[in-house]
T-cell receptor
Framework: AQKITQTQPGMFVQEKEAVTLDCTYD???????LFWYKQPSSGEMIFLIY????DQQNATEGRYSLNFQKARKSANLVISASQLGDSAMYFC??????????????WGAGTKLIIKP | DAGVIQSPRHEVTEMGQEVTLRCKPI?????LFWYRQTMMRGLELLIY????????DSGMPEDRFSAKMPNASFSTLKIQPSEPRDSAVYFC??????????????FGPGTRLTVL
């Protein structure tokens, strides 16, 4: 079963509009973390934002915010006032404990976001 | 601060040749990850090290792949012999559990490998 699901393979959004990228997850671990990464066409993977499972407030980093709905197991990324430079692949990932007490990241398939001028 | 450093950035080689990819993690990070990314399979974890010790190599495709981390500041991923299906972008990432954003992985720029 998929542990991280990103249901939008691709999205087109008009510049300056807000964007919501969906991410749902599945875990039975009470302690987990959720991450969003951006991969522009140049190829690098850029960490954007983190949300811990015990965090009471939604994480924010500049124009990025994470709409964390724990009961729904959803961690959507919201980008306010989109810019052309936001065009990229966006990956959602979940940190989950392993049996050996180490951690691993489980990755979603990604959403390709294209901002239209 | 320097981020994760990978070399080479691009590698073109012929089938059967040995390929060595190199990674220098962020200073102070104690976990290091090697990933492979292709259009068909997405991002795959190949192996990861914790305090220089390999923890999980279940993602290594086959015996042709090997990885080492002789010290905290250097790791290699070797493919011998290389095959065309190994063509991909190989990422190295490092992390350190440091409180709020534990285990955030920071990625290097990647090595784009083409095997002809």
């Amino acid at each position: 079963a998929q542990k991280i699901t990103q249901t939008q393979p691709g999205m087109f959004v008009q510049e300056k509009e807000a964007v919501t990228l969906d991410c749902t997850y599945d875990t039975s671990d009470p302690s987990y973390g959720l991450f969003w990464y951006k991969q522009p066409s140049s190829g690098e993977m850029i960490f954007l934002i983190y949300q811990g499972s015990y965090d009471q407030q939604n994480a924010t980093e500049g124009r990025y915010s994470l709409n964390f709905q724990k009961a729904r197991k959803s961690a959507n990324l919201v980008i306010s006032a989109s810019q052309l430079g936001d065009s990229a692949m966006y990956f959602c990932a979940m940190r989950e404990a392993r049996e050996d007490s180490n951690y691993q990241l489980i990755w979603g398939a990604g959403t390709k976001l294209i901002i239209k001028p | 601060d320097a981020g994760v450093i990978q070399s080479p950035r691009h590698e073109v080689t012929e089938m059967g040749q040995e390929v060595t990819l190199r990674c220098k993690p962020i200073s102070g990070h104690n976990s290091l990850f090697w990933y492979r990314q292709t259009m068909m399979r997405g991002l795959e974890l190949l192996i990861y090290f914790n305090n220089n010790v390999p923890i999980d190599d279940s993602g290594m495709p086959e015996d042709r792949f090997s990885a080492k981390m002789p010290n905290a500041s250097f790791s290699t991923l070797k493919i011998q012999p290389s095959e065309p299906r190994d063509s991909a972008v190989y990422f190295c990432a490092s992390s350190f559990p440091s409180g709020r954003a534990e285990d955030t992985q920071y990625f290097g720029p990647g090595t784009r490998l083409t095997v002809l």
